[in-house]
């Protein structure tokens, strides 16, 4: 037996909660686009790489950032351009030439790189003291240092030390803990 | 009233995100131009994801509604707690060829392959996406996946923190209440509580008459997602549920009035809690553990069921050398059941206990890289009913040009006999003496022979993705089924009083269906967004018709998005005709008339936390009879649909 009616009951409830609605502040939930996201962490990983001591011609030498890859993406990493880190201000550079982008301290590789350039970059950065960072499955497992993956609609990244330590480079051990480590 | 020009949004530029720290980052959200198109485009299947987004623009209030916008899907609402949903033909209540997962729970029962929809809910606010994927997904999913698979999917619990309050009421939603509130302890742990509430009215017979069809449910249910480490995260979820379900059943007897009308009342309920435990290896590898329970209860006068299931899933992913991908996996199913025996049906035996085990392996080799791929797997899996069914497929997929994809595949598939297909005895059909004709009782009857029916698709499929805004989907297929369920001639027997008539169950139908289907997605302006689906289906049965196959089906939402918070959303659908088992006309099938119809939903975003919804659903061609029951309900008109909903955020 119903002893009210629904529809006033729930009139009733609506306004309450129009109400509250209206007065309380939801929890920011952070949201932004991809690439603005991982050049904000790209930028972190900056602070937490040491270069050995001769890496660098002189104390004003800026730390080099290619962006190797096109397209609009790119600009999120532009926004780095002269942001100072430890002393040195980033230049970012965007290129599609793999000659040229070997020539700078970080390399962004794309993951529209097409399988056969992904390989000749990997090879002829080997032996070079640079800090390859991609976005293309299985990257870390096969000669890059960071790659960055995704779960949950949230980014995530793998970092092969073992790669790193190969290059000379030192990654801080905050950096690590938030990792999945990769042999 | 607070007026707000747009919607606040939240998304940051570089800029600002450099001021957060590296552990800050983890935990935001990452948005891609393109991203639903993208992931779709890579897929050697006819896949369709039905977003968020989607769901709240359509003003749906359940799964099987938003399954309309589905190409290839066929939903048809039987009365108002039921449906029959099926993909690529064979509609019905029972349709045993579609596997339905809930956060990767199967919701399939056993007692008749299919699944239990009034049952089957969630808050949809808080659903992430569904997936459907028209075609058999065996290898992946297992047997029953015959036509088809839906994945539904809800969001993390870290995607669904602060609380949540929407209230409605229309005049066939009656009432509908739920609430969610989500919380965090540390950074990595996310949690989330919901309760819901639904009461709906019954729908009228053709006649006009109720149909007492009205119906209420109750639901709550948490979820609990951490992340322990980067490399493990773990996910533990449950749900409880109680209902009351109203049908009017025609229950048959070999006495006056043999078909006799009965006001059952339905007593639903069940629950279940699940953990899933996934590691990262790396970028490419990974594995899954997965554990649940799932139980359920449900008296009605066809039959009262108690089941519980047991499912154990473990999955690895895993590159090989620097072209391959291996996916492999193991599962043991352990499913439980008690029924009682009614007037009309007679289960035997009462109890059972069955297990499956199963195994499954996939490689995807990169033939040309970034170019062409083939995917090879099968499935193998041994059941209490009939042993062991090994289910290939083979699947290529080419990147012609960056906006030109297409792929191919051919599949075997098997559904496996339900409880009732191998151990039931239902009478279902009863007619009074009309001299010399005596009194007809007429059974169908179960067979330990039962075999599995038996499918082998063949598909084709094209992608074309310009730019962002614009995508078109085709799918094309073939499908040739083998061992269908059909009915042997009857067996008579003379009983004190009448005749009883018994049809057994057998596999001697065999045919083909074939057709096409065709998804395109148009954001014409930032103010005019077109969704269009449409799917032809033709059909060839060797013992005649199964029903359920309309040869025509369209649907198209126009998505306006006008000023102040304003949204107006249309959805025209059009279903050609078919035809039903319907045990209640003389030729055993009744006609259903083709139909279009429209929905309109006007929503109004008073402040980014308040929105007021109204939504009307079959505004035109209402009161039309969209589906039959095959036995136990006549036909049930569905009808014009208004409610009002107010959803608060805080």
Known sequence: MRFFSPFLSLKY???????????????????????????????????????????FKDASSPIRLCYLGSGDSAKHFFALDGKPVGGRKIKVHQTEDLTICLNHDIIFVQNRLPQAQLNRLISSSRDRCILTIGETEGFAGRGGVINFFSADARLQFEINPGTAREKGIKLSSRLLKLAVIVE | MLFYSAPA???????????????????????????????????????????????????????????????????????????????????????????????????????????????????????????????????????????GVINIITKSAEDTQGGLVSAGAGNIEKTMGAARYG??????????????????????????????????????????????????????????????????????????PYMNPQAVDTDVSGGNILARWKRTISSASDIALQVYYDGYERTEDIIDEERDNIDIDFQHRFPLGRRQDIVWGVRYRFTSDEYVNSSISDMDPLEREDHLYSAFIQDEIAIVPDRLSLTLGSKFEHNDYTGTEIQPSGRLMWSAADAHKLWWSVSRAVRTPSRAETDAS?????????????????????????ESEELMAYEFGYRFIPMPRFSLDLAFFYNDYDRLRALAAPVQTIQPGYIQQDLILTNNNGG??????????????????????????????????????????????PQFTLGHGLELDLWFRYVDTMEANYMFSNTGWYEVDDYLT??????????????????????????????????????NEVEKSLFAKLTVRF
């Open chain 2, 9 to 147: 949004s939240y998304a940051q530029e570089t800029g600002d995100l450099t001021g957060l720290s590296i552990e800050e980052l983890m935990g935001v959200k990452v948005t891609s131009v393109g991203k639903k198109a993208q992931q779709l485009s890579d897929s050697p299947a006819a896949v369709f994801v039905i977003s968020n987004e989607d769901l709240r623009r359509s003003g749906v209030t359940s799964i099987p509604e938003a399954l309309r916008m589905v190409p290839g899907i066929n939903v048809a609402r039987l009365d108002s707690n039921k449906w029959a949903v099926n993909a690529r033909g064979f509609n019905s209540r029972f349709s045993a060829q579609l596997l339905v997962l809930i956060d990767g729970r199967s919701v399939y029962t056993p007692t008749f392959s299919g699944v239990y929809w009034e049952v089957n809910d969630v808050m949809l606010e808080d659903v992430d996406r569904i997936e459907v994927i028209r075609g058999p997904g065996a290898t992946l999913w297992g047997a029953n996946a015959v036509n």
């Open chain 2, 512 to 557: 083909e269906t074939y057709g096409a289907e065709a998804a395109a997605v148009f954001s014409v302006t930032d103010y005019l967004k077109l969704n269009l689906a449409y799917a032809f289906l033709d059909y060839n049965f060797e013992k005649g018709n199964v029903g359920g196959c309309p040869r025509n089906q369209f649907s198209l939402r």
């Open chain 1, 13 to 55: 409830a609506g306004c309450c909660l129009l109400i509250a609605g209206l007065l309380l502040q939801g929890p920011a939930a952070r949201a932004a686009e991809e690439y603005a996201v991982k050049a904000a962490f790209v930028f972190n990983f900056i602070k937490f790489t040491q270069w050995p001591d001769d890496h």
């Open chain 2, 183 to 256: 919380g965090s302890i540390g950074g990595d742990t996310h949690w989330r509580l919901y309760a819901k509430y639904n009461d709906r009215d019954s729908f009228s017979y053709e006649t006009g008459q109720d149909a007492g069809d009205d119906w209420d449910m109750a639901r709550a249910g948490f979820r609990l997602d951490s992340r322990l480490n980067p490399e493990n995260r773990l996910t533990v979820q449950g749900d409880l549920y109680t209902g009351d379900i109203n049908q009017t059943l025609f229950l048959a007897q070999p006495s006056p």
């Open chain 2, 598 to 635: 429209m929905d309109l939903r006007l929503g109004w975003k008073i402040t980014p936390d308040v929105h007021v919804d109204i939504v009307g659903q079959n505004l035109i061609n209402s009161n039309r009879v969209e589906y039959t029951q095959e036995a136990f309900n006549q036909a």
């Open chain 2, 426 to 450: 239902i009478s279902y059909f009863a007619s009074p003496p009309s001299p010399p004709i005596p009194t007809l009782l007429v059974r169908v009857n179960g067979s330990p022979e039962f």
